[in-house]
């Protein structure tokens, strides 16, 4: 199972984690896999606290940091003020009304909704890569095209490498032509924001578009066979993400849990609703409301995240006690949710995958010898 991505990390298994939960990125990290922790829901304080708690559990392992720099960066020097100016009262009416159709409560007195911004914006992503340069990382990602420049220099003027995502061979290109070490090939069947091809047919074409920059593939990977799958693609590693939401480790909310566990492969939408850009989310009243008939539209990114901010806080908050907001709770997820039906340790995940890679592997060499 070892490919070149091993060395380049120092990692035992080519299996990349994504999680927002520092508890699973310590875990895959110290399993022989390389947690990479979501930035974009902290604040600087906050990421600054979750990696040093990262630092003391993970055991000298080696893990990475995932950012998300806005395609569209018009806005990207607005103050938080400006861009609320920016969203139309008509979306925030709406908003209302779908909350109170399914009678959401409002926040308690006192406690506010989550940052809407974070690291949506440059300004905000910009702050997190230093933050994570401060700490012993082995990878940057950017989830949403490549880091600037700077921030790609700097990276590799502290000892880790970047990698970027990227749903076409066009996009991939230019990531390499920005600096980036490694490319995931994020098919379709992705959780979060993901493009329109499978990754059956996307990571060999990203494969041959930037040979020999190395490529890991996400979209459709839970299990340690499709692991095999993506290797016998041309991929050097797998990127994994909706797996780890279930785990004991995960930090998901029970009543998302709940849903997952129970959720089929065709329960997932691609949907502008999260962040104003295409993501696959499970599909809830939530998300059939923002893509029906009715719907004022999403907003582009950042303002459509901003705009949720409140909605998503509130739902969250009551999802165990009031039924309108379990209906509309969503999340980022992939179609993998459908063989996501217990809840599992990091460790027995970890164990599945590397295994099922083993047998999967040892079939194809009985198979190629006749």
């Known amino acids: 199972m070892r490919t070149r991505v091993c ?3 120092s990692i035992e298994y080519p299996i990349f984690a994504f999680s927002h939960s520092r508890d699973v990125v310590a875990a895959v ?4 896999g390389l947690g990479v922790f979501g930035a974009v829901g902290y604040s600087a304080d906050e990421l600054e606290n979750e990696l040093a708690w990262i630092d003391e559990h993970i055991d000298g ?37 779908v909350l109170r159709r399914y009678n959401v409560p409002a926040l308690p007195e006192g406690e506010s909704a989550t940052e809407g911004l974070l690291g949506w914006t440059l300004e905000n992503a910009t702050r997190q890569a230093e933050i994570a340069f401060a700490h012993p990382i082995k990878l940057l990602a950017s989830a949403l095209g490549p880091p600037p420049r700077a921030t790609v220099e700097e990276a590799h003027r502290r000892g880790a490498l970047v990698a ?4 076409t061979p066009e996009h991939a290109k ?14 379709t069947e992705a959780g979060g924001h993901t493009g329109a091809v499978s990754t059956m047919v996307l990571v060999p074409q990203v494969v041959d578009a930037v040979h020999p920059v190395p490529v890991a593939a996400a979209g459709g990977i839970g299990e340690g066979r ?15 993400g909706s797996i780890w939401l279930t785990t004991e480790e995960s930090d998901t909310p029970p009543a998302v849990i709940e849903k997952l566990l129970h959720a089929g492969s065709s329960d997932t939408v ?9 993501a696959r989310l499970l599909r ?3 998300t059939d409301a923002w893509d029906g008939v009715e719907s004022p539209g999403a907003l582009p990114m950042p303002l459509q995240f901003l705009l949720n901010a409140d909605a998503m806080s509130r739902m969250h908050r009551f999802a165990d006690e009031s039924e309108g907001a379990r209906e509309l709770v969503t999340s980022p997820v992939g179609q993998i949710v459908g063989s996501m039906n217990r809840v599992r340790s990091v460790d027995d995940v970890m164990s599945e995958l590397v295994r099922g890679f083993g047998e999967a592997a040892g079939a194809l060499h009985t198979a190629a010898s006749g």
């Open 29 to 32: 990290s110290r399993c022989g």
């Open 7 to 9: 060395e380049l990390f």
């Open 270 to 278: 691609r949907s502008r609703a999260m962040t104003g850009k295409t």
């Open 284 to 286: 809830t009243p939530w």
């Open 226 to 240: 499709q692991v095999a799958a993506a290797l016998a693609l041309g991929a050097e590693a797998a990127w994994t």
């Open 61 to 97: 392992k080696p893990y990475g940091v995932d950012i998300v720099v806005p395609a569209v960066e018009k806005a990207a020097g607005a103050e938080k003020i400006d861009l609320e100016a920016m969203i139309p009262e008509g979306h925030r009416q709406w908003v209302q009304d």
């Open 164 to 167: 970027a995502l990227a749903g």
């Open 174 to 187: 230019r990531h390499v032509e920005a600096g980036c070490d490694m490319i995931v090939a994020v098919g």
